[in-house]
């Protein structure tokens, strides 16, 4: 055979030989890319899987935060409350321990007056004797103020204006209100021809009970007043109360241990201070007429309570 002829042959085979075995070659690396393929596929997903995870791990780590954030706020709040709470409770102690000390203090009575309640106490049989008591001493000062305003009244009736002079019984005593105008003159303590004629009537009153005794309480309005003789209202208040008393005490022969006199100033008013007319209302001087300390008492003796 040629050489050329051989030569070719030779390098034909070798090629087709060659061929044969990167044909084998590329099937397995085809079979091993699908292979690879498939796998990724698979590590794709478990990515997407993973990644999914994640997403929902960071939403509820941040819903955690929140709820931790929350929680906090909510325990600040109940902290403040139950220090309210602690504050309020030991306000409560306090008070409490006030009243408690109230309380004592109210109960401590002299030893004579509480000698006087337990022996009017231990001389009542039973409640319905008590009761009648009370009733029974009740109904007789009501009757004594309101027979004492009925006179005072039928005194005064003739030649006095009503504004003048108002007479009241409240409760254990009866109130005699006289204006100033008719019992000083202005800005004085110096009682008017009228006024001795008006305290002469109610001194014939208080004369025929002895029994009682007589509170005079001066007045004024709140328009200030300073002179060589005042030093202010409350002076002027007590000055006047003191003029009537010694008139009734020199005049009229009342013993003095029978009067008191007293000054309220401008407090203690009826009505405001705007107009003149309330301020008139104001300055007035009161005569309060009371039973003594020792007659009210008798008033709760067991031994007169009637059968």
Same mark, same amino acid.
């Given at each position: 055979? !040629? ?38 596929? #698979? ?19 941040? @819903? ?42 109210? /109960? ?7 000698? %006087? ?9 039973? #409640? ?8 029974? =001493?009740? /109904? ?25 002079? %108002? ?12 204006? !100033? ?10 009682? /008017? ?41 409350? !002076? ?13 005490? /020199? ?21 405001? %201070?705007?107009?003149?007319?309330? @301020? ?11 039973? #003594? ?7 709760? %003796?067991? =031994?007169?309570?009637?059968?």
């Amino acid at each position: 055979m !040629d050489f050329k002829i051989m030569l070719t042959l030779l390098l034909s085979l070798g090629l087709l030989m060659t061929s044969c075995v990167s044909k084998k070659q590329f099937a397995a690396q085809q079979v091993e890319l699908e292979n690879a393929n498939k796998e990724l596929g #698979k590590a794709g997903e478990k990515i997407s899987d993973y990644m999914q995870k994640l997403s929902s791990c960071e939403r509820e780590l941040e @819903r955690l935060k929140g709820d931790v954030k929350g929680g906090k706020g909510a325990l600040d709040l109940r902290q403040e409350q139950i220090q309210e709470l602690k504050e309020q409770i030991a306000y409560m102690k306090e008070q409490q321990e006030k009243q408690m000390t109230q309380v004592g203090d109210l /109960t401590v009575l002299s030893q004579s007056a509480n000698e %006087n309640i337990k022996e009017t106490l231990s001389q009542l049989e039973n #409640k319905d004797k008590y009761i009648q008591l009370l009733q029974a =001493a009740k /109904t007789k000062a009501d009757s004594i103020n309101l027979a004492l305003a009925v006179n005072l009244k039928g005194v005064l009736k003739d030649g006095i204006e009503d504004n003048d002079v %108002n007479i009241q019984v409240d409760k254990t005593v009866v109130f005699v209100n006289l204006s !100033d105008k008719m019992l000083y003159l202005s800005g004085s303590s110096d009682l /008017t021809p009228r006024a001795h004629e008006v305290l002469g009537k109610i001194a014939k009153i208080i004369e025929s009970r002895p029994e009682l005794e007589v509170m005079v309480e001066g007045y004024t309005d709140n328009v200030p007043i300073k002179n060589s003789c005042m030093q202010d209202n409350w !002076d002027l208040s007590v000055k006047r109360a003191t003029s009537v008393v010694r008139v009734l005490q /020199t005049n009229y022969g009342i013993h003095p241990d029978r009067l008191i006199a007293a000054g309220r100033g401008e407090y203690n008013m009826l009505t405001n %201070n705007d107009t003149e007319a309330g @301020r008139a209302m104001n300055r007035r001087t009161r005569i309060i007429i009371l039973p #003594k300390l020792n007659q009210f008492y008798d008033l709760l %003796n067991p =031994a007169k309570v009637p059968n």
